[in-house]
C-alpha cells in the first residue's frame, strides 16, 4: 500500500536534496554555464531561483495561516555571484525554510497557489510540494554538471501524485472530450489523472494486476493514454526534463500535449 511520506520524511529528503543541488553547483566550473533543462537560466540562476523562492516560502509559512504569499523579508542578503558565497546563501535558504516548516508543523495553515486542487493548503502540503521543487531542480543541476541523477525511490514515488493532485487537479473544465491519463511506475504505483467537465482529479489506481483498463485495452474505463516508466522518470516526464522517448508511451500521445497546453481558469 502506497503512503504518503511523513512530515520528517520530507524535511530529510529537503535537506538531502538541497545538499545534492549544491554538491552539483560545486562541480561545475563555471556559473554562467546554460542549464540544458532550463534553457533560459544559467547556473547561477537556477541557484538564485531556487534561493529566492524558499526564503519567500519560509516567509510565507512563519506569516500563518491568514497571510498571504510573503516575499522575503527586507534587507535579506541576495544571492552573491563568487561560488563560495552563492553556496553558503543556498545553504541558508534551505535552513529559513526547514527551521519555518519545523515551527509550523504539518498541520497548520498556509497560502498556497493551489486553492482548488486536490493538496490541502497546510504547512505539510507545502513541505511535500517543495521537495518536489527542490528534487527536479537538483536534477536540473546535476544535468549541467554533466551527470544527472535519477531522484531517490521515496521522493519520485510521492512525486508522481504530488504533481497530480497539486499541479494538474482543478474545478476547471476540461475543454476537450473527457480521457484519463494513467501513470504506471515500475515500483508497483500506478495512477489515473481524470478530465471532464468538473475538472481534473486525480486517484491512486489498484496495485498491477488489478488495474482497470489500459489505454491499450477497449471498453469504457480505458485511459486515453498511459505512460509507463520508473517514478523517477515519470516525474522528469512530467515536468519536461526529459523527453517522451524515455518513457513507454501507449495510446493517444498528442493527449500529452493537450494537458501540459493546458491553462485552467481557477
Request: proline share 8%; with cysteine; hydrophobic share 40%.
Amino acid at each position: 500500500m502506497q503512503k504518503t511520506l511523513e512530515f520528517p520524511d520530507l524535511l530529510r529528503l529537503i535537506d538531502e536534496r538541497s545538499s545534492a543541488f549544491r554538491a552539483a553547483i560545486a562541480s561545475v566550473p563555471h556559473l554562467d554555464t546554460q542549464v540544458p533543462t532550463c534553457p533560459e537560466w544559467t547556473l547561477f540562476d537556477l541557484a538564485q531561483h531556487l534561493g529566492e523562492g524558499r526564503r519567500s516560502w519560509a516567509a510565507t509559512i512563519a506569516a500563518g495561516p491568514d497571510a498571504v504569499a510573503k516575499s522575503a523579508p527586507e534587507g535579506a542578503p541576495a544571492a552573491p555571484r563568487e561560488r563560495e558565497a552563492l553556496l553558503a546563501w543556498s545553504a541558508a535558504s534551505t535552513q529559513e525554510l526547514l527551521d519555518a516548516l519545523r515551527e509550523a508543523g504539518p498541520d497548520r495553515g498556509c497560502w498556497t497557489w493551489w486553492g482548488t486542487s486536490q493538496s490541502p493548503q497546510t504547512c505539510g502540503a507545502v513541505a511535500r510540494h517543495q521537495l518536489q521543487e527542490i528534487a527536479v531542480h537538483t536534477y536540473d543541476a546535476q544535468a549541467t554538471a554533466g551527470a544527472p541523477q535519477p531522484l531517490p525511490d521515496e521522493a519520485a514515488v510521492d512525486g508522481v501524485e504530488e504533481f497530480l493532485s497539486t499541479c494538474c487537479a482543478t474545478t476547471s473544465p476540461w475543454p476537450h472530450k473527457p480521457t484519463a491519463f494513467d501513470f504506471h511506475a515500475t515500483e508497483g504505483h500506478s495512477w489515473r489523472l481524470t478530465v471532464d467537465g468538473t475538472g481534473a482529479r486525480s486517484t491512486r489506481l489498484p496495485t498491477p494486476g488489478l488495474l482497470p483498463a489500459t489505454a491499450a485495452d477497449e471498453g469504457p474505463d480505458a485511459a486515453g493514454v498511459s505512460v509507463h516508466g520508473t517514478a523517477s522518470e515519470l516525474v522528469l516526464f512530467i515536468h519536461g526534463r526529459i523527453p517522451a522517448g524515455s518513457v513507454r508511451v501507449d495510446g493517444d500521445a498528442a493527449l500529452i500535449d493537450l494537458l501540459r497546453a493546458w491553462e485552467p481558469e481557477d
